[in-house]
């Protein structure tokens, strides 16, 4: 990341990993603890096509793992959101709640290997996500932000549209259920 892609970003919050620590030093847990402001909150709104982004929060820990392993983020996302329905273009509100794992590991390994002497090993079940490693420390907010995305309902639908849309699929299974002949006799009689 250069500094006009981190000046880009509506929620940045980047935790130093130290990357050159000796080796032998200790790794560390570090806790997180991030909310968004106003601005920043408005600024994701726009960013995901929100009417607004009320509240925007994250907690857990960043572990950083013994040197040149990288660090793992383990977050729980929250946010109420308002967005339009897609079917009556009303506001519909919501919760989000989500965990949110990464594993961030040195370039040469964030294709899914561990390193080791030479040679490379590929875990297939691993389910955490696996990211490079940035030198300048990891954006936490971006992640978080990121993850917000990702959580969207792409299709809201407001109660009103739930509804509308149940009444208009009872009325298609209504008409289904008529036989042919029957439309035809009801033809014949008009």
Known sequence: ????????????????IEPNRAPGAQAGITEIE??????????????????????????????????????????????????????????????????????????????????????????IGDEENTEPLPENGIDVGEAVAECLGLTLDPYPRSQEAVSALDAIKGEAEKQDRISPFAALGQLKRN
């Open 1 to 16: 990341m250069n500094d006009s892609e981190a000046t880009m970003r509506e929620f940045s919050r980047v935790f130093s």
């Open 34 to 123: 991030i909310e968004a402001g106003a601005d920043e909150c408005r600024a994701m709104a726009s960013r995901f096509g929100l009417i607004s982004l009320d509240y925007l929060s994250a907690n857990g820990t960043l572990d950083i793992l013994e040197p040149g392993y990288g660090a793992r983020l383990d977050i729980v996302v929250k946010a109420d959101v308002v967005q339009t329905c897609v079917v009556t273009l009303e506001p519909v509100t919501s919760h989000i709640e989500d965990r949110l794992v990464i594993r961030f590991e040195p370039c040469d390994e964030a294709e899914g290997g561990t390193r080791v002497g030479t040679e490379i090993l590929v875990d």
